[in-house]
T-cell receptor, first 112, second 110 residues
Framework: NAGVTQTPKFQVLKTGQSMTLQCAQD?????MSWYRQDPGMGLRLIHY???????DQGEVPNGYNVSRSTTEDFPLRLLSAAPSQTSVYFC???????????FGQGTRLTVV | TQLLEQSPQFLSIQEGENLTVYCNSS?????LQWYRQEPGEGPVLLVT?????EVKKLKRLTFQFGDARKDSSLHITAAQTGDTGLYLC??????????FGGGTRLMVKP
């Protein structure tokens, strides 16, 4: 069972570069989300989607874009990378009953 | 904004000791979950509690949901080195939104 698959696992970007973090789930969940995890800050919600074609902003959306063309895929785009976006990024797919989240392995992003 | 505060933030104990981690909020949640995260991995769901006063046991781990559904605790009996990791609580509400606590980093020394 694949669950939630994120790629890449590691990435180094130069300031100003753009990139897309990929996320795919095979559990047929409608709800998917992106978090960033920084030391001492816990998990902070960037963007989320309640179904194909529907996305919304979370707590820290600035500098990121998302789209949801299919139930399975929820990519996160960094438009112009900044050092403040150095973090570990997690994609999650949520089972609606009791809001239980299933996470990918994460992408460790460094912006230099 | 709903907030979840976890305490302690860090805990270092010897193998065989008992410990309790707390997760507190002023908000009511419809469900509360505990996750464990190991280095280089994503959080993994341990348990979900949904009823006020509910107690669930997972081997040496005991989870309790407060009567008012605003707080929870995780108790580990006779900790083992394999329990080392970051423990996160998360509260769920309508709309599938999750609010995460800041985490408790546990180190169990042999």
């Amino acid at each position: 069972n694949a669950g939630v698959t994120q790629t890449p696992k590691f990435q180094v970007l130069k300031t100003g570069q753009s990139m897309t973090l990929q996320c795919a789930q095979d559990m047929n969940h409608e709800y998917m989300s992106w978090y960033r995890q920084d030391p001492g800050m816990g998990l902070r919600l960037i963007h989320y989607s309640v179904g194909a074609g529907i996305t919304d902003q979370g707590e820290v959306p600035n500098g990121y874009n998302v789209s949801r063309s299919t139930t399975e895929d929820f990519p996160l785009r960094l438009l112009s990378a900044a050092p403040s976006q150095t973090s570990v990024y997690f994609c999650a797919s949520t089972r609606p009953r009791h809001t239980e989240a299933f996470f990918g392995q994460g992408t460790r992003l460094t912006v230099v | 904004t709903q907030l979840l505060e976890q305490s302690p933030q860090f805990l270092s104990i010897q193998e065989g000791e008992n410990l309790t981690v707390y997760c507190n909020s002023s908000s009511v949640f419809s469900s509360l979950q505990w996750y464990r995260q190991e280095p280089g991995e994503g959080p993994v769901l341990l348990v979900t509690v949904v009823t006020g006063g509910e107690v669930k046991k997972l081997k040496r781990l005991t989870f309790q949901f407060g009567d008012a559904r605003k707080d929870s605790s995780l108790h580990i009996t006779a900790a083992q080195t394999g329990d080392t990791g970051l423990y996160l609580c998360a509260g769920g509400n309508a709309g599938n939104m999750l609010t995460f606590g800041g985490g408790t980093r546990l180190m169990v020394k042999p």
